[in-house]
């Protein structure tokens, strides 16, 4: 089993920073992407930002310039550098990660449990 552990969120002044980080543990072989999703009241959940083992990244086109992902390979840490916060950047921040058990199972996708980000205007 593998377990994603959140914590960094908080409520910031637009304009402000905060940086979200997750850690991966439990049973894990190798870990392919890592990702951070969002989910703000009423909406659908989307995708922030998605980093691949291989340190490729991708944005939202609403948090490009603003929002950096990073990863950590010998921690099993993804963390989220978000600056210039917008009140629309509100919402709750999920974790994602794409794991590989063992050498001999498929990976799977595993989630956080969820970090609470405001931003005020």
């Known amino acids: 089993q593998v377990q994603l552990v959140e914590s960094g969120g908080g409520l910031v002044q637009a304009g402000g920073s905060l940086r979200l980080s997750c850690a991966a543990s439990g049973t894990i072989f190798r870990i392919n992407a890592m990702g951070w999703y969002r989910q703000a009241p009423g909406k659908q959940r989307e995708l922030v930002a998605v980093i691949r083992s291989g340190g490729s990244t991708n944005y939202a086109d609403s948090v490009k310039g603003r929002f950096t992902i990073s990863r950590d390979n010998v921690k099993n840490t993804v963390y989220l550098q978000m600056n210039s916060q917008k009140p629309e950047d509100t919402a709750v921040y999920y974790c994602?990660?794409?794991?590989?058990?063992?050498?001999?199972?498929?990976?799977?996708?595993?989630w956080g449990q969820g970090t609470q980000v405001t931003v005020s205007s």
């Open positions: 994602h990660a794409n794991v590989a058990p063992s050498a001999i199972e498929y990976a799977r996708d595993y």
